[in-house]
């Protein structure tokens, strides 16, 4: 079974960066999508950015562009977000997902989730 586990949240200042890591457990993550989602208190989860089982095709949510970067190395069997620019509004939980080969979707249908990593963004 497909296992993802976050890390790299905590707390940063506004402007600031972090970067979070998806590493996955027990099979070989090179054959999935991974898509990032975050979900603040009272909101709606939403997705942020997904990169293709190849690493060649990448999407962002509108929100996010150019602030946020999704990269993979299948070689770690990890995949990273790059996070700056940050801003109090995505203070949030941020999860990674796994899906099969399929076209990267931003919002699409991910089966495997991780437990979340905590991202707080305050001076």
């Known amino acids: 079974q497909l296992q993802l586990v976050e890390s790299g949240g905590g707390l940063v200042q506004p402007g600031g960066s972090l970067r979070l890591s998806c590493t996955a457990s027990?099979?070989?993550?090179?054959?999935?999508?991974i898509g990032w989602f975050r979900q603040a208190p009272g909101k709606e989860r939403e997705g942020v950015s997904c990169?293709?089982?190849?690493?060649?095709?990448?999407n962002y949510a509108d929100s996010v562009k150019g602030r946020f970067t999704i990269s993979r190395d299948n070689t770690k069997n990890t995949v990273y977000l790059q996070i700056g620019s940050l801003k109090p509004d995505d203070a949030a939980v941020y999860y990674c997902a796994g899906r099969g080969p399929v076209p990267c979707q931003v919002n699409g249908e991910y089966g495997y989730w991780g437990q979340g990593t905590q991202v707080t963004v305050s001076s």
């Open positions: 990169i293709s089982s190849s690493g060649g095709s990448t």
């Open positions: 027990g099979f070989t993550l090179r054959y999935y999508t």
